[in-house]
């Protein structure tokens, strides 16, 4: 039994392998923001009309993990696969809102933060639409109060 090698969880990862992880991908319940300064100029004028969740990456065609710009309806994949939605805000800044089709969450590049869709009222359009592509129904209500953005 002393000459078992340690398991793979108790292994530190090795140094050519700590620039992959990243920080914050660690698992464990996220408190989404209920504001953000940036949606004003960021949100396009239509969330209602949206690409599909299975679209493919527009610069990679990676079919996962993809993101859609909440800016321009781009669909880029995530830091995960190619990076392509991260290096889109980095090009642009001012495409700093994405909402995610793995999971439906939405994210401000510019906060570095998750928003709750449901909670924010401009971002529950794309949030439901979204949801609907994903899912045939529409999302379950949810008890909340929503906060208008000025």
């Not at 989404?32 to 065609?61: E, G, K, M, V, Y």
């Amino acid at each position: 039994m002393a000459n078992e090698a340690p398991s793979s969880s108790s292994v530190p990862p090795l140094e050519e392998d700590r620039e992959e992880f990243v920080h914050g991908s660690e698992s464990g319940w996220v408190d989404a923001r209920t504001s953000c300064d940036h949606l004003t100029a960021a949100l396009s004028s239509d969330l209602t009309h949206i690409p599909a969740p299975d679209t493919h990456c527009s610069r990679c065609h990676h079919p996962n993990e993809n993101w859609l710009c909440l800016c321009c309806k781009d669909v880029l994949c995530s830091r995960f696969i190619n990076r392509h939605m991260l290096e889109h805000y980095q090009e642009t800044t001012t495409h700093c809102v994405a909402l995610s089709y793995s999971d439906l969450s939405v994210w401000c590049f510019s906060c570095d933060a998750y928003l709750d869709a449901q909670v924010i009222l401009p971002l529950r359009p794309v949030y439901e639409t979204a949801y609907l592509l994903k899912f045939g129904e529409a999302p379950p209500l949810r008890s909340v109060e929503y906060v208008v953005q000025a």
